[in-house]
């Protein structure tokens, strides 16, 4: 599902480089799920955004379904993060002052669905996060574990093959972590590709694989 | 481009949220819009009401007529000091024979050197100007007589006594609300015989030009012959002319002028008018009091357009995180330039309304303290629509392309 070969990014703050990936090679298959754990400054969402097609690669290959990633245009990355990509942020990022539902309607009209087809998706998907009755609240009305429930609704809602979390519990309390990583599992299980940042173990312990990053290189896979 | 049918409405729910949040700054840039459309709309309806004041007084002229006269400075001209107005009966009946194609009817006039004649009905006395003309005369110069005839071939043939006046003139000789019908008059000791009343003309704006003062409802005239028995003289002071057709006028006083200088071996200058002429004049002259108006309305649209451009830059760097959002998600560039484009043009085009609501009042508020009646020009409502909308979407242009240019891992990571 997702090939990366001999990945590099550096980023320049003026005459500075920071090399925040060196040479990074990952395959993910489909239906895996896998956490990715490190230091503060490791790479960790650098390799997210790359995976996630918000960045670009100084160098290597990244495949996504056999798609090369690494040549496409900005007009072909934004259509891919839109039809296979899911996007799950630690501070859930939904668009203010408009409600549940026309947050989880936003990436259909960017898609071109019409308006039934998109309503009834958006309702399914806010129901099976388990926020049926919320629809019609917006982000400042919502509680942190709930804004993050519309935020997956909002990320499966195109059913896109990948789903990328930065730290999705970062900002929850222990419980609601766990509720959240439920629902995680419950995707999972549906056959959906999860690659996910965690500082916790007990996080981490819902995925398949464990990836440790430091000083932007992968050091150790670990399966459990 | 391709734009989802969902986004407009979307686009819409987003700019009245955003929009609602900056109030201040939102209804400052609608106020800067609204006064600009507001002298667009208020500036081009007075200049519209004002063309078509102008042109029906135009018309009591008739717009197609030629004045022809001697241009007295030949004199000056190592010339032998000629006598004479250049113009005589012979020439008119040359014109009446159709010696000029692009002439369709003439009259000559004849007056006094001193422009205004005493007229008296025994009591009353009365400064009038006088003018001897012939049967073409009415036709030319667009008069509608009231009540009577007009002069006949016989009266000026025989040099009819009779007279036709204006209802002023009529009123002044022989007080209002009476039958001035054959009532009679004193004009250089001969007595005449009123044939008619003629219409009032309404030439206010070109007396309060200063381009005409001449009393045009006050007027006596009499058949040009009897006028050059009283001055002893065969001259034709001016000849007025219609000329075809609008486009033809110009013509026609060519025409005119070289039949004047081959039947008087040369010997006179002449000065030719058109209407057509003083139409232009005063085209030239409303041109630019649009121009003043319209370097107003573009100064207040100008500070509206950078109200706007200055919201909407606010608003794109505020929402920083909210696009970078709407990219992860799948929003195209165009998506997001389409969406801070129409932001600015409905705030624009609010002011555009709110402005044309300002400028239809102003020009009824004109309308009531001067004398003229004025409306406003729906026309010129309908240009101010389409310029506010066009403020917006040039000014909104800028920061919405920023919006849509910036790097979505860029756009998430601002704080
Ligand atoms: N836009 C940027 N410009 C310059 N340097 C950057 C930029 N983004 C990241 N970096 C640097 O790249 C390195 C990797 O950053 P990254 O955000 O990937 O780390 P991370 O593992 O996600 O850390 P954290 O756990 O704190 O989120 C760091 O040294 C960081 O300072
Ligand atoms: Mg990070």
Sequence with gaps: MIELQDVSKTYHLGEVRVPALKHVSLKVERGDFVAIMGPSGSGKSTLMNIIGCLDAADEGRYLLAGFPVSLATHSELAELRNRHIGFIFQSFNLIPRINALRNVEMPMIYAGVNPETRRKRALTALAIVGLRGREHHTAAQLSGGQQQRVAIARAIVNNPDVIIADEPTGALDSQTSQEIMQLFAQLNAGGKTIVMVTHEVDIARHARRVIQVKDGQIFNIRYQ | ?415
């Design chain 2, 1 to 415: 481009m391709y734009l989802h049918p969902g986004i407009i409405r979307d686009v819409f729910v987003q700019a009245v949220y955003s929009l609602s949040d900056n109030k201040l700054r939102t209804v400052l840039s609608i106020l800067g819009i609204a006064v600009g459309i507001a002298a667009v709309m208020a500036v081009g309806s007075v200049i519209q009401s004002a063309r078509e004041y102008i042109f029906a007084e135009f018309q009591t002229y008739g717009l197609k007529t030629i004045w022809i006269y001697r241009d007295w400075g030949d004199d000056n001209e190592n010339k032998v000091v000629r006598q004479g107005s250049g113009i005589d009966n012979d020439d008119f009946e040359v014109i009446q024979h159709g010696c000029c194609s692009a002439v369709q009817r003439a009259s000559p006039v004849v007056y006094s050197q001193k422009y205004t004649v005493t007229v008296n009905n025994g009591n009353d006395f009365y400064d009038a100007p006088v003018e001897g003309v012939g049967l073409d005369y009415l036709n030319i110069n667009n008069d509608n007589i009231l009540v009577g005839r007009n002069f006949s071939r016989n009266d000026i043939e025989h040099r009819k006594e009779v007279a036709l006046i204006g209802l002023k003139a009529a009123e002044e000789l022989f007080g209002k609300n009476s039958s001035y019908l054959n009532k009679s008059f004193r004009l250089y000791k001969r007595k005449y015989t009123v044939i008619g009343v003629l219409a009032n003309k309404k030439r206010e704006i070109i007396a309060q030009l200063g381009i005409d003062n001449y009393d045009i409802n006050g007027r006596v005239l009499i058949p040009y012959t009897v006028y050059q028995s009283i001055l002893g003289s065969k001259d034709v002071h001016t000849l007025q002319a219609e000329a075809v057709s609008m486009d033809k006028t110009h013509e026609a006083s060519k025409q005119l002028e070289d039949l004047l200088q081959r039947s008087h071996g040369g010997r006179y200058n002449y000065t030719t008018e058109t209407m057509d002429g003083w139409i232009n004049q005063a085209k030239t002259y409303l041109r630019n009091i649009s121009l003043a108006g319209l370097f107003v309305a573009s100064v207040s649209l100008l500070v509206g357009g950078m109200g706007i451009m200055n919201i909407m830059s606010t608003s794109v760097i505020e929402r920083t995180r909210e696009i970078g959002v709407r990219k992860a998600i799948g929003a195209q560039n165009h998506d997001i330039l389409f969406q801070f484009l129409m932001e600015a043009t409905y705030v624009s085009t609010i002011g555009g309304f709110i402005g044309l609501l300002l400028g239809i009042v102003a020009v009824y508020v004109v309308s009531m303290v001067s004398e003229y009646d004025l409306n406003p020009s729906w026309s010129m409502g309908f240009v101010a629509i389409v310029v506010s909308m066009l403020v917006g979407i040039v000014s909104g242009f800028y920061p919405a392309y920023r919006a849509a240019k910036l790097r979505p891992v860029d756009a998430l990571r601002f704080e």
